[in-house]
């Protein structure tokens, strides 16, 4: 494992928008600028939108962005709705958060496109049921934030999942009859700091 602190103690730290030129080593998510928003369809009514926060995790970048490693964990009692849905989806219907409180994305491979842009690879835990998943990730930039003089390196994402395949099947569409929809769109963003 690489170690970021004599890095960013021997240089200065670079703002950039290439990732290549961000510091090797260990950091970890910043949960208040970190959230994934998922979005269905709900009976053709509406796109509806929730988000997961309070998130938590670790970024092992190397020295060769492509041999990074990723590990993402997502309370699912931290689901945000704007109403008593939050509480209805912790039930065995949906989350069952009771007995699989946290779902887990944990990288296995990434390909870069550019100085900014890679698919991520993974396997994503939710539900008990383990699928790989992929992730378009974008970097955005890397500086410093003015407001806790921490160095932040930032991304954004987006991936498509089909919550059948972890066994949470409740009012999904059959033939003509409306439904909650099978896919479930996930926008991410992410920054990360320093171990």
Excluded: C
């Excluded at 779902?103 to 690879?121: H, K, P, Q, W, Y």
């Excluded at 992929?134 to 991304?155: L, T």
């Amino acid at each position: 494992m690489l170690n970021i602190a004599p890095a960013m103690a021997d240089q200065q730290t670079p703002e950039t928008d290439n990732i290549n030129d961000v510091p090797a080593g260990n950091y970890t998510i910043d949960p208040l600028h970190s959230k994934i928003t998922w979005g269905v369809d709900h009976y053709g009514f509406s796109h509806y939108e929730g988000q997961f926060v309070d998130l938590s995790g670790s970024l092992r970048l190397g020295e060769d962005p492509a041999d990074s490693n990723l590990k993402i964990e997502i309370p699912l009692n931290r689901v945000l709705t704007g109403s008593d849905l939050s509480e209805h989806l912790q039930g065995e219907k949906f989350f069952n958060s009771s007995k699989h409180p946290t779902a887990t994305f944990t990288s296995t491979n990434i390909e870069l496109d550019g100085d900014d842009e890679a698919t991520i690879i993974g396997d994503l835990s939710l539900n008990g049921q383990t699928h790989p998943v992929e992730i378009e990730a974008e970097f955005n930039r890397g500086g410093v934030y003015a407001f806790d003089k921490k160095y932040h390196i930032g991304f954004n994402g987006e991936a498509t999942i089909k919550r059948s395949d972890f066994a949470i099947n409740y009012l999904m569409p059959e033939g003509d009859q409306q439904g909650i929809s099978d896919e479930v769109k996930l926008q991410i963003e992410a920054e990360f700091v320093p171990e």
